[in-house]
Nanobody
């Protein structure tokens, strides 16, 4: 089992930056990919970005391309989401999750961290 804990959310003005962290503990050798998702009030949870745990390959949803960067540090098993040029529409609870090798779905969701972007 792998346990995920997010941190780094907060309140920032539009145009500002924040860096989110997702620390993984437990059987991290089973991780295939780590993903960031977000859920705004009244909306469904959406994919934001992902990174291959061993390959480092990345993917992003179109609305954050060029503004957000996902990266990972395998020691100490942490994935980051650097968010720049933040917009009010980026306001949401951000979650990290993982896909284990052989799985097609994300699981082991973290508790989430609130990001609020003010105008």
């Amino acid at each position: 089992q792998v346990h995920l804990v997010e941190s780094g959310g907060g309140l920032v003005e539009a145009g500002g930056s924040l860096r989110l962290s997702c620390a993984a503990s437990g059987r991290t050798a089973s991780i295939f990919k780590m993903g960031w998702f977000r859920q705004a009030p009244g909306k469904e949870r959406e994919f934001v970005a992902a990174i291959g745990w061993n390959t480092g390959s990345t993917s992003y949803t179109d609305s954050v391309k060029g503004r957000f960067t996902v990266s990972r540090d395998n020691a100490p098993n942490t994935v980051y989401l650097q968010m720049s040029s933040l917009k009010p529409e980026d306001t949401a609870v951000y979650y990290c999750a993982l896909r284990i090798t052989g799985s097609t779905e994300y699981g082991n969701w973290g508790q989430g961290t609130q990001v609020t972007v003010s105008t």
